[in-house]
């Protein structure tokens, strides 16, 4: 009896240190997960300025001028197209003020005066189509919701906002899961072991 329950302890001690790391594990892993979303999505989260949801009516959408962009051709080799130019100004209902429209922060980044800039590739067609279905779906007098900066510093609007609250809450979410899971498993096994140990200690007062 003795021997099997030296086994049976020697299979349960193996079991718990595994699953401690696998605990451990999860807690360190969300942590480099909330560390890296930290210093880039959260940062740029805190960063943004349009923050004040709003009516916006396209009073002009126009492509202008085509604009350059490069694209990988393979190792250290770039090659230059272009891609069109399409400029849409709204008027935001809340404020009455008329601004340039961005679809979000990347594009405004990438190039403020252009609603969109898609991917450079060297077919100009298919950037050109992009940019035709888009115009299409942003007719005048059109309504759509948009987000302004409520101080006036920054003139533009976006349409969507790539850190708002939504995708910001979806981005910690998982670490978030992971957290909690790995310390409810390490909760768990030193619980077990707590318990674990205060029934030896009855047993042997019994005794």
Same mark, same amino acid.
Request: net charge neutral; with cysteine; hydrophobic share 40%.
């Given at each position: ?5 030296s ?28 560390? %890296?979303?930290?210093? /880039?999505?959260? $940062?740029?989260?805190a960063? =943004?300025?349009?923050? +004040? ?36 100004? %709204?008027?935001?209902? /809340?404020?009455? $003020?008329?601004s340039?429209? =961005?679809?979000?922060? +990347?594009s ?35 309504? %759509? ?10 003139? =533009? ?31 768990m ?19």
């Amino acid at each position: 009896v003795a021997r099997n329950e030296s086994i049976y302890q020697k299979f349960r001690d193996a079991g718990e240190d595994r699953a401690i790391l696998l605990g451990l594990g999860m807690v360190i892993a969300s942590a480099m997960m909330y560390f %890296v979303l930290g210093i /880039t999505v959260l $940062r740029s989260y805190a960063d =943004s300025v349009w923050t +004040e949801g709003s009516v916006c009516i396209v009073l002009n959408s126009t492509i202008t001028a085509d604009m350059n962009c490069s694209y990988s051709c393979g190792l250290d080799c770039w090659r230059g197209s272009k891609y069109p130019c399409l400029q849409v100004y %709204v008027s935001v209902n /809340t404020t009455g $003020r008329v601004s340039r429209l =961005s679809h979000n922060e +990347e594009s405004w980044d990438a190039n403020f005066e252009c609603f969109y800039v898609p991917k450079c590739q060297k077919d100009t067609n298919a950037m050109h189509h992009i940019i035709v279905n888009i115009s299409e779906r942003l007719k005048p007098h059109h309504q %759509v919701l948009c987000y302004y900066d409520p101080s006036d510093q920054q003139e =533009s609007a976006l349409l969507t906002r790539q850190y708002g609250h939504s995708p910001v809450f979806h981005l910690l979410f998982w670490p978030s899961c992971m957290l909690t899971g790995g310390t409810a498993i390490i909760f768990m096994v030193k619980l077990t072991q707590y318990l674990s140990i205060m029934c030896e200690q009855v047993i042997k007062i019994e005794r």
